[in-house]
């Protein structure tokens, strides 16, 4: 009877949530909490992954576009974590959310390709954090993939280089890349045409 009733509540979470993706998510803050030394805000992290049979598109050949922007909440917490980032905002009531990335797919992850997933901090401004990450094989150490994210944080009165000044009281921000400044100008642009639509 415990079984059965064990099993019903198993299915019913499985229907109704995304298991793997909170499991996982546990796994990776607590492996990298047990096992990992904390590391300095411009520090690489990394995280470890295999393309599943889970992960593949429609062909069964290799990861699917989505599988690549989940794997990157992975290595974000990882990232907050590790830095040591995320526990500065919440303790001030904040949070973070996705604002936006941009994907570079360089070369497919074929299924049953072992890959890590770095992620480093590459500027900030008042509002958001701009992370780098690679997907790199690790069979050949090919960056298969590159992805510019932004974090924007949400409900702090504090711009974000305080909180950096907290974590890390002798950080300066680096300049700006050309890559991220046209990522930026692109997005501004696509923000002023949607505006004149409204």
Known sequence: MVCACTMTIIAILYMLFDVNY??????TITWGRLFQKKKK??????IYGICTSQDVDIFLKHMN?????RELDFARFHYYDRSGIYGEVSRRGGGAVQ????????????????YKVTTQLIYWDEKNFYLEHEFISLSDN???AVVLSKQTITGLKVPVSEIIAKVEPTAQRPEMSNELKLWLDSMEESSQKLRKRN
Do not use: C
């Open 65 to 69: 576009n989505a599988r690549y922007l």
């Open 22 to 27: 909170f499991l996982r998510i546990a796994f």
């Open 142 to 144: 090919f960056v298969r």
């Open 99 to 114: 604002g936006a990335s941009s994907t570079r797919y360089r070369r497919a992850l074929a299924i049953f390709t072992p």
């Open 41 to 46: 805000i411009f520090e690489k992290t990394s």
